[in-house]
């Protein structure tokens, strides 16, 4: 009788059967089981964020979470499985802003190596008035372009998305920006201060 091979549990992922190596067909090492051969891909994360435009000035949370605690963000966050990336970026706007959205279209489309995401932002309104901070914020806001704090914007992505919606303008959405010549793989942390 042929032993069913058991798919491994991300609990026994640390089991010392699994090594890095790399397997038959592939160009990288990738965690992968001694016994049955089972690959633990190691893939991306998708985050999606909105930035949300009222009446011409811009809604930012203040993070209640790590990391980045304490510093501004547009509403964003991971997708979860079974959501559209849009279904996402309202769902985290409900969850950090209590904002309930209209998406305009997709802004901006980032690639950030260093910490393994894919980042798609959009341009959005309020479908319906109001904002409060959720519990992954520990304030909402609104700021006007010239009083937004940019010193303490949590991530690099949040800047370029701001100055990506401000280029963009009230118009039709062209192709979605793609990361600065500057950082082109998503490699340059902002400072920790």
């Not at 058991?6 to 067909?25: A, C, K, W, Y």
């Not at 435009?53 to 547009?74: D, H, K, M, N």
């Amino acid at each position: 009788m042929q032993r069913e091979a058991r798919r491994p549990t991300l609990e026994r992922m640390d089991d010392s059967r699994f090594t890095r190596r790399i397997p038959e067909g592939e160009d990288r090492e990738r965690l992968t089981c001694g016994d049955c051969g089972y690959v633990a891909y190691e893939n991306p994360k998708i985050v999606t964020g909105s930035v949300v435009a009222v009446e011409g000035s811009i809604l930012l949370c203040r993070r209640a979470i790590e990391p980045r605690r304490g510093f501004w963000t547009i509403p964003a966050g991971y997708m979860e499985l079974g959501e559209t990336v849009e279904e996402a970026a309202r769902r985290e706007a409900w969850e950090e802003a209590r904002a309930d959205l209209t998406l305009d279209g997709m802004l901006a489309v980032y690639s950030i190596a260093r910490i393994g995401q894919v980042q798609i932002m959009f341009r959005a309104s309020l479908a319906t008035p109001g904002f409060e901070a959720g519990p992954e914020s520990l304030e909402v806001r609104l700021f006007a372009w010239e009083d937004i704090p940019w010193d303490e914007l949590a991530f690099p992505t949040v800047h370029w998305v701001l100055h990506a919606w401000r280029a963009a303008g009230p118009g039709p959405l062209g192709a979605p920006v793609t990361n600065p010549p500057a950082d082109p793989r998503g490699v340059t942390p902002l400072d920790a201060g």
